[in-house]
């Protein structure tokens, strides 16, 4: 019998420490190596390849790679017939998607896509540029940008459609946003035939679950408590859940044991209040892992 193994393409580039850290959490250990593009897991089952983002869903639609981790934009701008598994929401510096964004300087007197009928368009993204101006039937010439895009418009184009999370970059080199082109996320995505194949999807489905199961965790904490039987309503009341708080019986007929998950945000407001309303013996436990 043939051995069993999944090719699965990790991003080169800025995704890559992110997503490392992301696999670390959920039980896979990945090292990578500057003299390697093969980065060892320790899953004999699982081969790795560090592959850009923008060449990931070409090389998983031809199979070279039974799944992989990409963004949804560069799915779209390569047309790729492949199955999205799931949305892995992180990015390099929010948990908000990113935007690509059509730009012009801050002076140009373009309001609308419309308004630059004829003009030059420069952008990393040239197929879903393309897409986006036939959508508003405006005939643009759209030019492939090597980088530092930013700086182009005016001299060398009239606007650019360019990627951005905060906007600081825009700013810095006086551009305008226009309008939005398309909103992307990290998609956790795999070949058609390869998901058609049981042993291929059963183990593509469990690394998506470990995966999410980490995000969903993400800036959650456990409170356990115990609370009197007399102020138990109090507490409760007093409690915001992920899921309804978990209430079990002591010893003490008089006691229960409670336990939630709340933001870890809110665990300085919440324990003081949690404290007045009669609950005591509160623990803080680190959440690793929310699996529905």
Known sequence: MAEKILKLGIPAGSLKDATGELFKKAGYNIKFSSRSYYPE?????????????????????????????????????????????????????????????????????????????????????????????????TNVNVEFSWGATEVKPPKLADAIVEVTETGSSLRANDLRIVSEVLQSTT?????????????????????????????????????????????LETVLNTLPALQKPTVASLSDPQWVAVSTIVDESFVREIVPKLRTAGAQGIVETPINKIID
């Open 41 to 137: 897991i320790d899953d004999v089952e699982i081969e790795c390849l560090l592959i850009r983002a923008q060449e990931m869903a070409r090389y998983v639609e031809q199979g070279l790679l039974d799944a992989g981790i990409t963004g949804h934009d560069w799915v779209v701008e390569n047309d790729a017939d492949v199955t999205e598994v799931c949305e892995l929401m992180f990015s390099k510096v929010s948990r908000r998607p990113v935007r690509w964004v059509l730009c012009v300087p801050e002076d140009s007197p373009v309001q609308k896509p419309e308004d630059l009928e004829g003009k030059r368009i420069a952008t990393e993204v040239v197929g879903l540029t393309k897409s986006f101006f036939a959508k508003h039937n």
């Open 187 to 231: 998609r956790f995505i795999a070949n058609n035939d390869s998901i058609a194949d049981p042993w291929k999807k059963a183990k593509i489905d469990n690394i998506a679950l470990m995966l999410q199961s980490c995000l969903a965790a993400e800036g959650k904490v456990g409170l356990m408590m115990n609370v009197s039987r007399a102020d």
